[in-house]
């Protein structure tokens, strides 16, 4: 997969690490679902049905001049591992990627698109910018709803607006979300009264890899709940609105860490560093939660493992499962894994010697 | 107290790293109760005879050749840090360093020797060798014992032996004991067991630091309970038969690790290295562990600190309270401790990188 093996040389998207507030904000991300006019819902329609719209969707692609460098991948072309990866990068979700029938998925070279067709909608279309930035996601899906619109009609009701599969999207079809990081609130352990504030102002915290996932290395993907009768300017600035108090608090929790526990949290820090350039087998999750010490421990001028920001956001990815079986280039059980991501680490730390 | 800062500048006998068995067997140690003749025992003297007899025991020890070159310490001209570092140095006890009365202690400039002067008996004299060799320090003792002898008459029953405050002590009033480093039976989970087949054979097991001491660092002192009805050679050859199946369960233990449990063994051992490296802050039980480990990595050839292993020995004396305190010139507080103890470790190491 020659296409899937150039994504593997560039940072993700969303890990750029540039951007407004991107010290805490590391993505912002635009999602609309659409299904095309004149075909059922996902779950009606059948297998000549299917593989008509996964035909119209390549078609329209390739029509739209604002695509034109995507590559549209099918999924009888992809491998699990393939797929794996792409979820790891956030292109698709964990769902699509395991759909047993024909789906397909167009991706733009820079990352900053992906189309999934045939997810729980005909489709999903997705924008990603790196920082606080949903403005310029808005107006990126937006311009490509408009120019796949020329092309394609897609199902829509004056009174309701766009018609999805699952209730919860119909209106806008629009959901927004930033993926936070958010260390200090965790040290501090003030994490638990934002999420239960998010929930009474019907917002949704999700982990790094979306829904169903816990969140992991401090990572927390806020996104709002409801897209029915509220305009998409309405939802973006009302989900804004909140991760800008949450970003003052985070900002506050790293001004007390420093200020009143700066012994223990410099400890941490070190300690987090200390592990991962020393580790000979590290499980995802354990690597994922030094990795946030680390960069936060960056942020704050602790420590300078002698990366940029981007290459080190860039170690959240590659010790992925996917991720690494791609760099090794081959298939590796669970602790064949543990024992690669530790010497991939400690490869990327060797620059900086404690 | 010059006398003390000198032996602060060498590294205590217990620590040497030399001798049989020194790769596991870290020290073994002699000692004799003894009570002079014509006084009460400890808990029935008055003030007078108190003086009377560290004034005598003063006097005896010049006059015994083998004893020329140890410094009598009377503990008024101690300060409470100077008696804990005696402590930690094993060269008095805990409860000798604790008491209100004076007292005194007379020790070698080797630190091979050292005579607590009114302990639970008037005397505890006692030996250490490095490694496994209860025979020489046997030898040391006895020597010791009959040189003062030609100038102080001890307590003597010809039917029962030596004459002690406690009665576990009267006989011989020997006390043989072995200081073992055990990491791998602990790691195997296998020490509990070995525990239990000791206590059967009334034999004690006590921590680094003797009698009410908790095992740290996986070190585990072992000797013998009772003195009475056996001779001074039994009980050595008895503890001494027990020590050495012990050992070749240590060395099993090293090689199931080695050849069974190896991946995550390396870890193990590297991260306690990270841990020691990169930490800001950490308490003397921690790195007594952490040290422990990287001593095993050490021998068994896994990791090289670039250190003699009698430097990193020392270790483990010199991040000890009053060491540290010692070594700094100044009163620390325990989380003062903490950090001088981390910075002292990392500049051990500092020749090492990761």
Redesign the interface.
């Known amino acids: 997969m020659s296409n899937l093996d150039l994504f593997a040389r560039q940072p993700a998207e969303w890990l750029r690490s540039s951007g407004p507030e991107s010290e805490i904000v590391i993505s912002s991300r635009l999602r609309l679902a659409r299904n095309v006019r004149g075909f059922p819902f996902l779950q009606k329609l059948t297998a000549e049905q299917h593989d008509e719209i996964v035909d119209l969707m390549e078609d329209t692609v390739q029509k739209t001049d604002v695509l034109k460098d995507a590559t549209y991948f099918r999924y009888r072309d992809l491998t699990d591992l393939d797929r794996q990866f792409l979820v790891e990068r956030h292109l698709i979700s964990r769902e699509h990627a395991g759909e047993k029938g024909e789906r397909a998925v167009s991706i733009t070279r820079n990352e900053v698109v992906s189309l999934m067709v045939l997810e729980e909608d005909h489709l999903r279309l997705q924008a990603f910018q790196s920082g606080f930035n949903l403005q310029e996601a808005w107006r990126i899906v937006g311009m490509i709803d408009d120019s796949l619109q020329k092309s394609v009609e897609f199902s829509f009701n004056p009174t309701l607006g766009y018609l999805t599969s699952c209730p919860t999207n119909v209106g806008t079809g629009l959901r927004a979300s930033c993926m936070l990081h958010l260390p200090s609130l965790v040290l501090t352990k003030q994490v638990h009264k934002v999420l239960q504030a998010l929930s009474k102002l019907n917002l949704a915290a999700r982990g790094l890899y979306g829904e169903g996932t816990q969140a992991t290395g401090n990572f927390f993907q806020f996104s709002n709940q409801m897209t029915l009768g509220q305009k998409e300017e309405e939802i973006i600035e009302n989900l804004a609105a909140v991760i800008r108090q949450v970003v003052e608090h985070e900002k506050e929790a790293r001004q007390y860490l420093r200020q009143k526990r700066k012994?223990?949290f410099?400890?941490q820090i070190?300690?987090a560093?200390?592990?991962l350039?020393?580790?000979?087998?590290i499980s995802s999750s354990e690597a994922t939660q030094l990795l946030s010490l680390v960069q936060l421990g960056v942020l704050m001028e602790l420590l300078d493992p002698g990366l940029t920001r981007q290459d080190l956001n860039t170690l959240f990815l590659l010790i992925q499962p996917a991720h690494l079986q791609k760099i090794s280039d081959k298939t590796l059980n669970s602790?064949d894994r543990d024992?690669a991501r530790?010497d991939l680490i400690?490869q990327h730390l060797s620059k900086v010697?404690?």
């Open positions: 012994g223990k410099e400890d070190w300690r560093f200390g592990a350039k020393s580790a000979r087998a602790s024992i530790a400690r010697q404690l």
